[in-house]
Structure formats: C-alpha cells, structure tokens
Nanobody
C-alpha cells in the first residue's frame, strides 16, 4: 500500500500563484512516476503534469508555460508550481503515483480556486 499526502491549494486571484506538494510513503520498491491530475465541476479527471524517475515530463497543453512540476526521487515527493493562474484552473487537484510493479494510487485531493 502507498499513501499520498498532499498540501497546498486554496483560493487565489487570477494571475496569482500556488504551490502543491505531495509525499508518498508506505510499502513499495520504487516510485516510477508521480504527477498531478485535476477534476473541475462537471468534468472528467484530466492530466495536469507527470514526471517519471528519469525526469521526463508531460504537461497538459492548457498549463504549458505556466505550471512547473518537479520531483525529489530520494524523498518520493512531487511539487507543482502553478503560476499565472486562470479561473479555468479551478478544480480539485489529485496527486498520483505509479510504483514499480504496482497499481495507480491517488491522493485525497486538494481544492484550488481561482477567483477575484
């Protein structure tokens, strides 16, 4: 079993910044990939950004140039720096991880609201 603990999130005006953090703990041999997904009101969960243990990154087109994902392999943590936030970024953000030879795991979700 893997536990994911998220922190960050909250209310921010348009153009503002927020930083999300997530730490993985529990029983696993190795974390292969970590990342963030989000689900807005009435929408399906979608990829925001993910990074593998080699540092290969995938961003959703909607966040390229504004969000930065980073990872500490030794600490099994992943961060998401979100800049130039827009109202359409409002969603519940979920930390995600895929350990080696194991299933996907999800965090409990953290609310990000972009509003003036």
């Amino acid at each position: 079993q893997v536990q994911l603990v998220e922190s960050g999130g909250g209310l921010v005006p348009p153009g503002g910044s927020l930083r999300l953090s997530c730490a993985a703990s529990g029983r696993f041999f190795r974390i292969d990939a970590m990342g963030w997904y989000r689900q807005g009101p009435g929408t399906q969960r979608e990829l925001v950004a993910r990074i593998n243990r080699f540092g290969t990154i995938i961003y959703a087109d909607s966040v390229k140039g504004r969000f930065i994902i980073s990872r500490d392999n030794a600490k099994n943590t992943v961060n998401l720096q979100m800049n130039s936030l827009k109202p359409e970024d409002t969603a519940v953000y979920y930390c995600w991880t895929k350990p080696w030879e194991d299933r996907d795991y999800w965090g409990q979700g953290t609310q990000v609201t972009v509003s003036s």
